[in-house]
């Protein structure tokens, strides 16, 4: 049965714990050779071009960079024939939308693996490479405290159910209207061992947590609304003052592009407690776990 990376809970916790043990290897059989990977990009990335293609070559295949305009997924075609006509060429399709909907149509048609490399609802890549960092800073995270401060976003939604899935706490400090639901927190709690909640205040979200992350407060396609946001996170800042509440030795974690002064401030992202250039080289290297999974390594 062919395999797809839409959402981190495609896998089980046992088989998100294998990924992460072959993105630790770097000598993963070469299951590419020979093989073509179609990277569709309508939303343009640094970290994800350069670490998926890397990846791909790394196990042995042939990375092709394709923008959106060039394929116009639902526009030129829809996303059931770029499937199909793709799968004809290469060994895996991902491609990075703004609708997750097309993602999870090219799966279901595709007779080849298909990996969401980022939609307007999940990031799977993006936090495989942040549970990866999180164990190599902290080590098991199983019983742990994560902290995610600002917008309840694609790749909130993401850590927060790989950290449930491997044991782990996570608690959301958004500001109202910015929130997950009760629902959401439901359906995050009924995933695994650990559990997931939500504190009005920032400060309570990051006490006794291990690792803080955040995000961009207004993301690609949202540049509309960005003065709004900005006045909705004002008190969500990552700070010295709001690390120093975290757990001894708290990490901090951020999937970039970062804005200085705005979600974060410099002396946190640019000190001794930041982790965000390991966390983007891990991306290269859960891409490549993901893919060798996907290929049926194991």
């Not at 990924?19 to 630790?24: D, G, K, M, V």
């Not at 990866?132 to 850590?159: C, E, F, K």
């Amino acid at each position: 049965m062919t395999r797809h990376l839409i959402d981190i809970t495609d896998f089980s916790a046992e088989e998100v714990h294998t990924i992460l043990r072959l993105s630790q290897q770097p000598d993963l059989p070469k299951v590419l050779a020979g093989l073509g990977v179609a990277l569709i990009f309508e939303k343009p990335s640094n970290r994800t071009r350069h670490s998926m293609e890397m990846a791909v070559f790394q196990l042995g295949g042939h990375p092709v960079y394709t923008r959106g305009e060039e394929v116009g997924i639902d526009v030129r075609e829809s996303a059931e024939d770029v499937a199909l006509v793709m799968a004809g060429y290469h060994g895996v399709l991902a491609a990075r939308v703004y609708q997750h909907d097309k993602v999870q149509r090219m799966a279901k048609v595709s007779p080849v693996p298909v990996v969401n490399m980022l939609s307007d609802h999940a990031h799977p890549l993006q936090a495989l490479a942040d549970a990866l960092t999180m164990q190599q800073v902290h080590g098991p995270l199983a019983g742990t405290r994560i902290a995610w401060i600002g917008d309840y976003n694609n790749v909130a939604r993401s850590l927060g159910e790989i950290s449930v899935m491997l044991g782990a706490n996570i608690v959301y400090g958004c500001p109202e209207g910015f929130h997950p639901s009760a629902a959401e927190l439901a359906r995050l709690n009924s995933l695994g061992a650990g559990a997931a909640a939500h504190e009005v205040r920032p400060e309570a979200a990051t006490e006794g947590a291990i690792a803080v992350h955040t995000d961009s407060w207004v993301s690609m396609g949202q540049e509309a609304e960005k003065q709004a946001r900005i006045a909705s996170f004002q008190a969500f800042t990552v700070t010295g003052t709001m690390m120093a509440g975290a757990a001894s030795g708290a990490g901090f974690y951020h999937c970039l592009p970062a804005y200085r002064g705005l979600e974060v401030a410099a002396e946190v992202i640019d000190g001794p407690a930041s982790h965000v250039i390991a966390q983007a080289h891990n991306r290269m290297h859960t891409a490549r776990g993901a893919l060798a999974f996907l290929m049926g390594v194991r």
